[in-house]
């Protein structure tokens, strides 16, 4: 999903709220959700957003590796040379963030997504990179986005100094019942239809069906649609909804 085709649902709608706040803070901050619960999706809307000369964005999408991995995808995104030393590495970054909002008076943002697959010590060493004592603001603002196990990790003594830096923690829910209606009509919009074509109890079995994930709800709708050309209907009924279950499942 583009982030210009979002769904303005209420848990979307706050956590671009706490989003804002994190990026006026200059702090770290934890955003975990389901997957397919529209984190990511909401996170780059977000970064669109922001006046690109007033930001640096720089993401990273973590899945596997080391410490020497993430440094070198940080310097990547910020244009930096790779440098083969682990604190050559880092204080070439940190050197290039402060740069970044002295010369340029820019604001560093990084965004390291799948953050749930990091080690605690690759989490520590973010941590670390956030960390300029000496200065009375923070110069990077760190957001890091993740499966709900990434809070959960929040709590373990080994990175208790992190998780006591986080200034925005927002979790991502699905879509409200009452929202799933809506959902499918802008979906259906986007694609250029204007009918009617889900009922209200087709409406209500897609919503469990997919406990509210619109990447799940999507695919749910998606199927359904085809099962109902296929059977030349009017209209998704419900039944169409199990047959599109079996090709989801």
Known sequence: MAADELFASASLAELSARLKHLVDMRGIGL???????GKTTTCRHLVAGLHTGLYRV????MTTGNVMDLYKSIA???GLPTERN????????RTEVSR?????????????????????DLLEDLRLLTNYAMDSENRLTLMLVGHPELRRRMSMAALDALAQRIVVRAHVRGLARDEMGPYLVHRLKLAGCELPL????????????????PRKAN??????????????AKTVTTEHVQAALQEVA
């Open 100 to 120: 970044l909002c002295a010369e340029n008076r820019l604001r560093p943002l990084l965004i390291i997504d799948e953050a749930h697959h990091l080690r605690t």
């Open 219 to 232: 695919s749910i709708a998606h199927h359904s649609l085809f099962a109902a050309a296929i059977g030349k």
């Open 198 to 213: 889900f009922e209200p109890p087709t409406i209500e079995a897609i919503y469990q069906a997919s406990t509210g994930l």
């Open 76 to 78: 990547w995104e910020l």
């Open 58 to 61: 720089s993401y990273v999408s």
């Open 86 to 93: 682990r604190a050559a590495l880092f204080k070439q970054i």
């Open 31 to 37: 955003v975990t959700g389901d997957s397919g619960s």
